[in-house]
């Protein structure tokens, strides 16, 4: 949907500015694919307590956390001067299907200029194909495929990099040191522009990583993250939770990223996996959750099995204040533990969330696991 202002078609001459909300380094990957279209990409200042203030203000008091700092993102993208702010959608049972209408309406009541359009993700190739000509106002196939080709590239690519940042800080000598090296890569993969220049900055990026110094001898945890994919995903909602969990010795995976949103979402049936995220949550949430019953609540629950299954430490379910589909899973993990003896920590987190308390739940958490795998590896011992 497109609010052109009664404009009709984009200025042939101009570069529109294009905002999409901040996720983690989702940023990158679209800024690649808006400028292979000809379209100038403006992020937004990461987000912050500012953005968050923004938001907050602006909201119903009992929405959730994703909610207000999209709508944040939005407000500080115009004002600095991006001419259309883009939002994803969804149908189904989540409430995001409504923020659209909901973040559009409270632009609009502010005051602000600028234009609204939505992305429907769930419309697969056809649905991204879409936007990108409304937005460009070319109906160009090889270009319009070639930006769709590289952006989900670039998603992939920062997928691994956050793999091998996970692996690296664990076992970091200096804290810090893999993070940093971690940024550089960031960029190297940013600055590639095509699918022949990501090869050849993805390659650098994992050496870049790759320097970090390691302790191989140090006790390190695994633990698998899952919840809701926003804050999963995005740093500044889950207040850096890997970079606190690595500075403890813990490596993570996250259940839900972007990439494998995209295998289940976006990528023909052809070309996927044998077995997406989607499709291992419906054969493993059973028979704890029968059906999708909206967000990522299905995958919630699959993911404390398979990572029980996968002889994992412990798993963090992260959800927003409110969120009911989380809200669901967290009522169902108690029966899993009857099943299954993975440690389970579960963070609801909202703007009063507090740093210190939050910091304490994770060492005690930590502390938990670093036990019983001890007390585990004893029990072998004495055995052999």
């Not at 602000?112 to 190739?125: P, Q, T």
């Not at 970091?172 to 090296?181: H, I, S």
Request: hydrophobic letters at 35%; aromatic letters at 8%; one cysteine or more.
């Amino acid at each position: 949907m497109l609010n052109t202002r009664g404009e009709g078609s984009m200025a042939k001459n101009k570069k529109i500015k294009v905002a999409f909300p901040h996720m983690g380094t989702i940023s990158i990957a679209w800024s690649a694919g808006l400028r292979k279209i000809g379209v100038e990409p403006y992020v937004p200042p990461y987000t912050s307590k500012k953005t968050l203030s923004y938001g907050t203000k602006n909201s119903p008091e009992a929405i959730c956390l994703p909610y207000k700092l999209i709508l944040g993102n939005f407000i500080e993208a115009i004002q600095g001067g991006a001419d259309y702010v883009a939002m994803i959608t969804s149908p189904g049972i989540c409430r995001l299907g409504e923020y659209g209408t909901n973040i559009h309406t409270t632009l609009k009541d502010l005051g602000y200029n600028a234009n609204y359009i939505e992305l429907s993700l769930y419309d697969g190739i056809k649905g991204l194909y879409k936007f990108l000509k409304e937005i460009s106002g070319k109906n160009d196939p090889i270009l319009i495929l070639r930006a769709i080709n590289i952006t989900m590239r670039k998603i992939f690519a920062i997928d691994d990099l956050d793999t091998a940042l996970s692996y690296y800080r664990a076992r970091e000598v200096r804290f810090g040191e893999a993070e940093k090296n971690y940024k550089k890569a960031l960029r190297l993969i940013d600055k590639a522009d095509s699918t022949h220049d990501l090869k050849k900055a993805y390659d650098r990026a994992l050496k870049e990583i790759e320097k970090t110094e390691i302790d191989p001898n140090r006790e390190v945890l695994n633990v698998d993250i899952t919840g809701e994919i926003f804050l999963v995903n995005d740093e500044f909602s889950n207040q850096n939770i890997e970079r606190e969990l690595g500075r403890m010795g813990v490596q993570t995976r996250r259940s839900l990223t972007v990439g494998s949103f995209l295998k289940d979402a976006i990528i023909p049936k052809a070309f996927r996996p044998p077995e997406t995220h989607l499709q291992r949550a419906e054969r493993m949430a059973k028979p704890y959750l029968m059906r999708d019953i909206g967000g990522d609540a299905l995958e919630c629950v699959s993911d404390v099995v398979f990572a029980d299954e996968k002889g994992k430490d412990g798993i963090i379910h992260i959800s927003p204040f409110t969120c009911m589909p989380e809200i669901m899973s967290q009522n169902i993990f108690p029966t899993m533990r009857e099943d299954h003896e993975i440690p389970i920590l579960t963070l609801i987190m909202d703007e009063q969330t507090g740093k210190a308390g939050y910091i304490t739940r994770l060492e005690a958490f930590v502390d938990l696991m670093r036990r019983k795998k001890r007390a585990k590896l004893g029990k072998q011992k004495t055995r052999i």
